[in-house]
């Protein structure tokens, strides 16, 4: 069965830190562009960074750079998001996801089912 498991969410308080990580079963991540997403209550589904099968190249939109970082351990079939200087507005569901590349409109074939981020005081 193919599966992408998300963990690591929970609460945690205004610069803080939390580390996901996105565990397949199924199929190998090695040939696949890994990206994070987030969905928040009343706000639009935001990539929020993806990394490149090939050379790991990595994207972040402007909204989390330099506080999150992405990378992937194909060896453990995972991949990882560390977030550091959490804020309130990056409170929502954080998914996972398996595509071809990189490019924006790629579609990704395979999502995990999300984790809960709760950045709160």
């Known amino acids: 069965q193919v599966q992408l498991v998300e963990s690591g969410g929970g609460l945690v308080q205004p610069g803080g830190s939390l580390r996901l990580s996105c565990a397949a079963s199924?199929?190998?991540?090695?040939?696949?562009?890994l990206g994070w997403f987030r969905q928040a209550p009343g706000k639009e589904h935001e990539r929020v960074s993806c990394i490149s099968s090939s050379d790991e190249s990595t994207y972040y939109p402007k909204s989390v750079k330099g506080r999150f970082t992405i990378s992937r351990d194909d060896a453990k079939n995972t991949v990882y998001l560390q977030m550091n200087s959490l804020k309130p507005e990056d409170t929502a569901v954080y998914y996972c996801?398996?595509?071809?590349?990189?490019?924006?409109?790629?579609?990704?074939?395979?999502w995990g089912q999300g984790t809960q981020v709760t950045v709160s005081s």
């Open positions: 996801g398996a595509a071809k590349d990189c490019s924006e409109d790629e579609p990704y074939e395979y």
């Open positions: 199924g199929f190998t991540l090695d040939y696949y562009a």
